[in-house]
């Protein structure tokens, strides 16, 4: 039997929590009221009314279509690159106090991401640490903070995260499948817990966290708002060496659009 995974409120002091175990589950982080705001946001993403260029991607694109016309994972890098209003709202300015007492003051905003699970598309996102996709940094900490927009259940793609892996060697990573840029890794559920959320709760996970979600079985959506931290003295290190998340991508492809 799984443990029971604790939940605090965002006033708690969890840091204990998330320095033993990497990962922590937070609720009610933002209201209803802001939730339905930040679906509707969401939702104009996904749609496409707002064009996000190369940052969209199918996280899913290394498996088989699991419904026509529809990617099996979603990712839109940088929402707030495209709709800057979002870093003055509630996510943000809570999510960045919460990442300050978990890696100290002098954490700052990184990237953000939508990773949307369509319903029925049933495509897993594998196990992996984010830390994998990103430079070898001096100052390991780091928290990304997975807000669901909706009830996050295990058939839908909640997290699971498995405890403790942040204190241990980095696993091995590949490509996942055949295309696409995911990674993954070796691991399974039988070695993690699942966390599953209510609208406006979150989870907060350390960089070196292993950590997946299934696919979505069910007839409903799930969407999943991410916001990522990390020392400020490491993000000028990232760019330094041009490292940006992406962000750049979609700068050069439109400076193309318009020297066409």
Same mark, same amino acid.
């Given at each position: ?47 496409? %009314? ?5 940052? =969209?991607?199918? +996280? /899913?694109?290394? $498996? &088989? ?6 990617? !099996? ?19 943000? %300015? ?5 990442? =300050?007492?978990? +890696? /100290?003051?002098? $954490? &700052? ?6 990773? !949307? ?34 009830? &996050? ?108």
């Amino acid at each position: 039997m799984e443990p029971v995974v604790p939940f605090f409120s965002p006033d708690e002091d969890f840091r204990d929590h998330f320095d033993r175990y990497g990962f922590v589950a937070v609720r009610d982080l933002i209201g209803p009221a802001e939730v339905e705001q930040y679906r509707a946001i969401y939702d104009r993403f996904v749609a496409g %009314r707002i064009d996000v260029g190369a940052h =969209r991607s199918d +996280l /899913g694109s290394h $498996a &088989a279509p699991r419904k026509p016309g529809v990617e !099996n994972v979603t990712q839109i890098m940088w929402p707030s690159h495209h709709l800057p209003e979002l870093q003055d709202m509630a996510l943000h %300015r809570r999510c960045l106090e919460l990442a =300050r007492r978990l +890696l /100290g003051p002098d $954490a &700052a905003f990184d990237f953000d991401m939508l990773i !949307n699970k369509a319903p029925e598309t049933n495509t897993p996102t594998p196990w992996h640490q984010d830390a994998a996709y990103w430079p070898d940094l001096p100052d390991k900490r780091a928290a990304s903070l997975w807000v669901a927009l909706d009830v &996050a259940t295990r058939d839908n793609g909640c997290m699971w995260f498995v405890p403790g892996s942040h204190r241990r060697p980095m696993r091995r990573h590949r490509p996942a499948g055949t295309g696409g840029g995911a990674l993954e890794c070796d691991a399974s559920e039988s070695e993690g817990v699942a966390v599953e959320l209510q609208p406006g709760s979150c989870t907060i996970h350390h960089g070196h966290t292993l950590h997946y979600t299934r696919g979505n079985s069910t007839s409903t959506p799930r969407r999943a708002f991410i916001l990522n931290y990390r020392p400020q003295a490491m993000i000028d290190l990232e760019r330094a060496g041009g490292f940006d998340h992406g962000r750049q991508v979609n700068v050069r492809e439109l400076r193309n659009v318009q020297a066409r």
